[in-house]
């Protein structure tokens, strides 16, 4: 299902707009750093989903730009059907800032979905969005236009959170292989959560509106199927979505944020991180979490977010910088939760002849460091074993270590942009990767020592609970 969230710069402490949430895939995550790449005339790139997805369809190929940009990702290995590695959200060099997240259809279109669909995936425009767009805007466009072009490959109904330093904007895709989708602005007064992605009522009756975007047969589609009368409003959650409009805890969340907007200090980083964190909407189906200040540095570089290899409860958020030459091997792909490595032997010499795949796609020398996925998970369920005891604990730490990081980030920023502004950019990036590789361990130590420190005490004090379903804290969805 996954989960954004978008606060506009007026309601922050800095006055900078933040773009932040999770993924909620199960599989394996790893933290990606794509460089900015040239690619020859007529290359193309493959997408949509095979016949084994929930609604089935075929692979094609449409065209690839000239050139990608570079940006920031966390992909995984497995979602139903849908060829790996898959992509929902990130950061590109431009300041476009991503979030995929799952928007019911109404059944009747899932039912209307072509059994030969082809087009874009959602993971596919998660992707290409981070690799093309200049501005949010520019996103809903380029959305657009490859559904027109190429069709859309539907799960039963997705959305997408696009933001920059100035504006956001909801996207929704409806099931049904008829083009469909909406789009709704959101401005610097906007508070919005996403879980699922929705857009209530759009002003179809004033087509002057800017802060509204669909293609031309959005409404009478609606008419022809006898969704719509053509009077009144028009609310494409109830026309096109699941009709239940904005679920609780989007509603409990926004809400929450709304409040601490209106404290005199206004809403912080530290009040960011909280809301992806906070367990009434964080536990085990989170595979990571993702905060991205919507900032406008000098260089590009310098553009950053904040990242955790699994849900935030179990990790802290550590800055992770444009500029790095690549990511630590303990938060690359590893075999822990990637689909299919069970039945895979790393060493080749091993693997079926005439079977490739009996080979793990993931090197001896990644798999043979420590996996920051395996090393949060089990803390994760170490701490929600006995969370009531534990929960306050390992929060309690990491928000010590945000804290720091916090101020140290910005004097690290401060001394690349010196080093950038005088032509030393080998150096600039020299100590943005050192940096952030150094924190990024630096975690994965906490990670470890807290975890020791827990099965200690769970052995001794509480003992390790058996039950088939793992307790965890209480959630409101």
Do not use: C
């Amino acid at each position: 299902m996954s989960y954004g969230l978008y606060i506009g710069r007026n309601h922050t402490a800095d006055g900078i707009a933040y773009l932040a949430g999770y993924g909620d895939e199960p599989s394996s995550h790893w933290l990606e750093i794509v460089s900015r790449r040239h690619h020859e005339p007529g290359a193309v790139i493959s997408v949509g989903v095979t016949q084994q997805a929930d609604l089935p369809g075929r692979m094609s190929e449409i065209p690839q730009v000239v050139e990608t940009a570079r940006h920031i990702r966390v992909s995984y290995s497995h979602y139903r059907g849908v060829p790996a590695p898959l992509t929902n959200g990130g950061l590109n060099e431009h300041g476009v800032a991503v979030r995929d997240i799952w928007s019911p259809s109404r059944p009747e279109l899932v039912a209307m979905t072509p059994v030969d669909q082809s087009g874009p995936n959602y993971s596919d425009l998660a992707r290409i969005l981070l690799e093309r767009a200049r501005t949010a805007r520019d996103g809903v466009k380029i959305i657009a236009d490859l559904i027109a072009r190429h069709g859309y490959a539907d799960y039963g109904g997705n959305s997408h959170l696009i933001a920059d330093a100035e504006e956001a904007w909801v996207v929704i895709q409806f099931s049904g292989g008829k083009g469909l989708w909406v789009a709704e602005r959101l401005g610097p007064d906007a508070i919005r959560a996403s879980r699922p992605g929705y857009i209530g009522v759009v002003p179809v009756h004033d087509t002057g509106r800017a802060d509204f975007l669909y293609p031309a047969h959005f409404v009478s589609f609606a008419r022809g199927q006898g969704w719509y009368d053509g009077e009144g409003p028009f609310d494409a959650n109830a026309v096109y979505g699941d009709g239940r409009g904005r679920w609780a805890g989007v509603a409990w969340i926004e809400a929450e944020m709304a409040g601490r907007a209106r404290r005199p200090d206004k809403i912080g980083l530290a009040d960011v991180i909280w809301a992806v964190r906070t367990s009434r909407l964080t536990g085990d189906t989170a595979g990571y979490g993702q905060v991205v200040p919507l900032a406008t540095p000098a260089h590009a570089e310098l553009r950053m977010l904040w990242h955790t290899q699994v849900g935030a409860v179990a990790a802290p958020f550590v800055p992770v910088f444009m500029g790095v030459a690549g990511v630590p091997e303990e938060y690359r792909a590893h075999r822990h939760l990637s689909a299919g490595e069970a039945a895979r032997f790393l060493d080749a010499r091993h693997a079926d002849k005439g079977r490739p795949d009996t080979v793990s796609l993931i090197p001896q020398g990644i798999e043979s460091t420590r996996s920051a996925s395996a090393a949060g998970k089990r803390l994760l369920n170490l701490i929600f074993q006995h969370h009531e005891a534990f929960l306050p604990e390992a929060t309690a730490l990491w928000e010590a270590i945000e804290a720091e990081l916090s101020r140290s980030q910005a004097g690290i920023a401060r001394s690349a942009a010196i080093l950038l502004d005088a032509g030393e950019g080998e150096l600039a990036t020299e100590l943005l990767t050192y940096y952030s590789h150094a924190e990024l361990r630096r975690a994965l130590d906490s990670v470890e020592q807290l975890a020791q420190s827990l099965e200690l005490r769970t052995r001794y004090r509480h003992g390790f609970r058996t039950d088939p379903v793992p307790l965890s804290p209480p959630q409101i969805w």
